[in-house]
Nanobody, 111 residues
Framework: VQLVESGGGLVQPGGSLRLSCAASGFTFSSYGMSWYRQAPGKERELVVTITSNGVITRYANSVKGRFTISRDNGKTTVYLQIDSLKPEDTAVYYC?????WGQGTQVTVSS
């Protein structure tokens, strides 16, 4: 199992990013996928999960209305569209599935 995140970067408040997580080594379409994040000095927290058939089970309260998860089973990739970014969204964002973590992608929101 391998999960590779990309798409992070430095963005100004109010900006947007689209994170990607490319998965391999398992039957992607059969598994739920999750995005987590870990801010400096804080515990890793669940941001959102999407089931194998595309049902979004939850968003963290702090990101509702700004973050959107989606998946492309043909490309074995899960995405996280992040809009209206805030400084408190600064964190390393991780993809998680099948008891495996990706390496993370850094998102920094700063003017």
């Amino acid at each position: 199992v391998q999960l590779v995140e990309s798409g992070g970067g430095l963005v100004q408040p109010g900006g947007s990013l689209r994170l990607s997580c490319a998965a391999s080594g398992f039957t992607f379409s059969s598994y739920g996928m999750s995005w987590y994040r870990q801010a400096p000095g804080k515990e890793r927290e669940l941001v959102v999960t999407i089931t194998s058939n595309g049902v979004i089970t939850r968003y963290a309260n702090s990101v509702k209305g700004r973050f959107t998860i989606s998946r492309d089973n043909g490309k074995t990739t899960v995405y996280l569209q992040i809009d209206s970014l805030k400084p408190e969204d600064t964190a390393v964002y991780y993809c998680y599935a099948k008891a495996t973590w990706g390496q993370g992608t850094q998102v920094t929101v700063s003017s």
